[in-house]
């Protein structure tokens, strides 16, 4: 095995092998003001707001240049009512995957990027039973879509953990 520990440019520690995913727990906007709301729910895969926003848990996949290794963002969209319903149908149907895609509204903020990812549009591409559904990124000029595009470098994955890593630091000025 490759030895895949760093020195961190943030701490000046060294780390082990950097991760090659984040999750998020809640969408953004699972604030205690809809955590107290009676008509929301959150689970580990879906959440619903005062009983009228309607969020799914996906990755957003990167592929890491030079490796068969990908690196995922759990993310959560927000889906419409009716994608939402037929989506909570079918989430333990098999065969389920060869549903068409559906639109999303990116509802998770990454730290990581120079422009805000929150509202990306996306497409949600449902997965067999028991799996996160595959979240793209629509395919504009955004730095998250051109990296799931054209994937991203083990030097990019070792600097989105010195970032995350030490949340309380703020991120590098853009150029
Ligand atoms: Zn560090």
């Known amino acids: 095995m490759t030895d895949l520990s760093f020195d961190c440019a943030t701490c000046g520690e060294r780390h082990g092998e950097p ?3 984040y ?6 906007y699972w604030t205690p003001e809809a955590a107290a709301d009676p008509r929301s729910a959150l689970t580990s895969e879906q959440c619903v707001i005062a009983g009228t926003d309607f969020f799914v848990r996906g990755l957003i996949e990167i592929p890491v240049l030079g490796s068969q290794e990908v690196f995922s963002w759990g993310v959560w969209v927000s889906l419409s009512p009716a994608n939402f319903e037929r989506t909570d149908q079918r989430w333990t149907e098999p065969g389920r995957e060869t549903d068409p895609p559906c639109f999303g509204w990116l509802s998770t903020r990454l730290a990581c990027y120079p422009v805000d990812t929150l509202n990306l549009k996306t497409n949600v591409h449902t997965r ?4 996160r559904p595959f979240v793209e990124i629509e395919p504009t000029g955004h730095p998250l879509a051109v990296e799931q595009r054209a994937g991203i470098t083990r030097d990019r994955v070792r600097e989105i953990a010195e970032r995350l890593l030490h949340p309380g630091v703020p991120a590098p000025s853009a150029p």
């Open 128 to 131: 067999p039973v028991g799996e």
């Open 19 to 21: 991760p090659l995913s």
């Open 23 to 28: 999750h998020a727990e809640a969408p953004d």
